[in-house]
């Protein structure tokens, strides 16, 4: 008889984004987002980041090394998506971006509400540009 072993699997997306320069990548998103560094492979220019829960992995494209690619990469990188997530002290990590990156802020912080299915739900929030053109939505519900 064979034992069956049930693994608990912990439903996370984690989103890999491609950079065109590591260190500023990591530079901005520690520095100006607030990121925590995870872990790193200096060797494949890639590295695993956290913010208030939320991970996302970046690696710099290079030449030659195998990437999952499926066209050539222009910036700014990201055209048609966003990444939203809620945020502990959304304030402070305003106040940051303006005072470290006013130039990256793509819509101010707002108060918005939003339809969702019969009620509404309202949230501040604001939407910043990383160093390759990536949009960032941040965010508290109200």
Not at 83 to 96: A, G, M, N
Request: proline content about 3%; aromatic content about 14%.
């Amino acid at each position: 008889m064979v034992k069956q072993v049930t693994q608990s699997v912990e439903c996370k997306l984690v989103p890999e984004l491609y950079c065109s320069c590591i260190n500023t990548t990591l530079a901005f998103y520690t520095t100006i987002f607030g990121f925590s560094i995870q872990y790193q492979r200096p060797e494949d220019n890639f590295a695993y980041l956290s913010l208030d829960g939320v991970d996302i992995m970046v690696e710099e494209i290079t030449e030659g090394v195998s990437t999952w690619l499926t066209a050539e990469m222009n910036q700014p990188f990201g055209r048609g998506i966003n990444f939203q997530w809620q945020v502990i002290d959304l304030d402070t990590l305003y106040e940051r971006v303006q005072k470290l990156a006013l130039h990256q802020i793509f819509l101010p912080l707002e108060q918005k509400s939003y339809r969702r299915n019969d009620g509404e739900i309202t949230q501040r929030q604001f939407i910043a540009k990383d160093s390759d053109g990536y949009l960032f939505r941040f965010c508290s519900v109200v």
